[in-house]
């Protein structure tokens, strides 16, 4: 149980784990050329890395700020690796896992799952329909309810885990 990724080319599910990158890993995924932005002015913040399980790969990467003012999660930047981005992507799910654990972490940080980005402007629309985001003018949060939404959506778990979580 956990988080999966959906392989559109053989219909394949796989296991992905997510877990915080170390300044190293951090500073691998800026040199690299496979994620967009620069992770190198990270490192201040809780940067997280989703792997495929058998192959320990990073195909997507979140950094987060917990907002003791704001009373939310802030996600600064989340990326999929570029062979994972588009209409030609082999994984899905990279994004919603990232953004599903990042509403987790707002519920275990008391934020009751309160998380805001501030997206690309062509992103404003996938983040509305698709993940269920609201938008403020400024920046998009998701409130509470979405957030379970997400987490149930993108994290499998038994009844028993998902009546403690929230």
């Known amino acids: ?56 790969e990073i195909v997507g990467v979140v950094s987060i700020e917990r907002s003791r003012d704001e009373c939310a999660v802030k996600v600064r930047l989340i990326a999929n690796a570029k062979e994972h981005m588009g209409v030609g992507k082999r994984l899905d799910r990279i994004a919603g896992s990232l953004l599903a654990f990042v509403c987790k972490i707002s519920f275990e940080s008391d934020f009751d799952g309160f998380v805001c980005l501030v997206p690309k402007t062509y992103l404003i629309k996938v983040y509305r329909e698709k993940y269920g985001f609201r938008n403020t003018g400024t920046c998009m949060f998701s409130s509470t309810d979405n957030s379970k939404i997400l987490i149930d959506k993108y994290y499998e778990s038994s009844d028993q885990e998902r009546a403690e979580s929230y």
């Open 1 to 56: 149980m956990g988080y999966y990724l959906d392989d559109k080319l053989t219909g394949e599910r796989l296991p992905a784990t997510i877990s915080r990158l170390s300044r190293k890993e951090v500073m691998l995924v800026h040199k690299g050329n496979r994620f967009h932005f620069k992770w190198n002015k990270e490192l201040d913040f809780e940067v997280y890395g989703l792997r495929i399980d058998a192959t320990a």
